[in-house]
């Protein structure tokens, strides 16, 4: 009767420390994830030659999200500006002069609500930029912002769209868009404040696989 107790107690004394051990290595996998990183990227400045019905060309403005930085780099960035556009580091050029070459398989989709509320990622929305045109739509209420037009020629994002990003290297974050002006005005006037300074909330998830912010 005592062996079979002895037999019991180390039977249960090894379930315990199986337990333990396997709650330990959860946790150190919980542990070892990078924290979710939350940004405001300010005057991110993205001229334009020409326009206004001639001929739109210079350089575009690029930024990587891992690094949280602009950089001149060739194939090490995400998304890129210039005047009211906004390209991917995927899919091709649509043929405008000066666009970069897309090395990269970063894509894009837009989404409605609030920036707090978009906490998943749907990885079958993406898509990446085509000769037919940027993945993020240009013109007014087509993309990212809405032009006003006569008398204010005001460029608004549209409130309540959010954009969710898959970077170069396969990760995710996702944007909103708050100014097109120079410090961000709150009442910005087209006449005065300067553009193009782009003013943009954006949180990027730096654990590869993890689709949730």
Not at 34 to 50: F, K, R, S
Not at 142 to 162: E, M, Q, R, V
Not at 182 to 196: H, K, L, S, V, Y
Request: hydrophobic fraction near 35%; proline fraction near 5%.
């Amino acid at each position: 009767m005592r062996t079979l107790k002895s037999i019991q107690l180390l039977a249960l004394l090894a379930l315990c420390i199986g337990f333990t051990a396997c709650s330990s290595d959860d946790d150190n996998v919980s542990n070892n994830l990078l924290d979710i990183e939350t940004e405001t990227v300010t005057n991110l400045y993205a001229p334009q030659e020409g326009g206004q019905g001639q001929p739109v060309s210079g350089d575009f403005t690029k930024f990587d999200f891992e690094t949280g930085l602009i950089t001149t780099s060739e194939t090490e960035w995400d998304i890129a500006f210039r005047g009211t556009s906004i390209i991917v580091n995927g899919g091709v050029s649509a043929g405008t002069t000066d666009e970069p070459s897309r090395t990269g398989e970063a894509a894009v989709y837009e989404t409605s609500g609030t920036f707090a509320s978009v906490t998943d990622v749907d990885t079958t929305l993406f898509t990446q930029d085509s000769a037919e045109g940027y993945a993020i739509t240009t013109g007014s209420g087509n993309g990212w912002y809405t032009y006003a037009g006569p008398p204010t020629h005001l460029i608004t994002p549209i409130a309540g769209k959010i954009f969710v990003f898959k970077t170069n290297e396969g990760k995710y974050a996702k944007v909103e868009f708050l100014s097109y002006y120079e410090d961000a005005p709150e009442n910005p006037d087209a006449f005065a404040d300067a553009t193009p300074y782009y003013t943009f909330n954006y949180v990027f998830q730096p654990n590869e696989g993890v689709t949730t912010f």
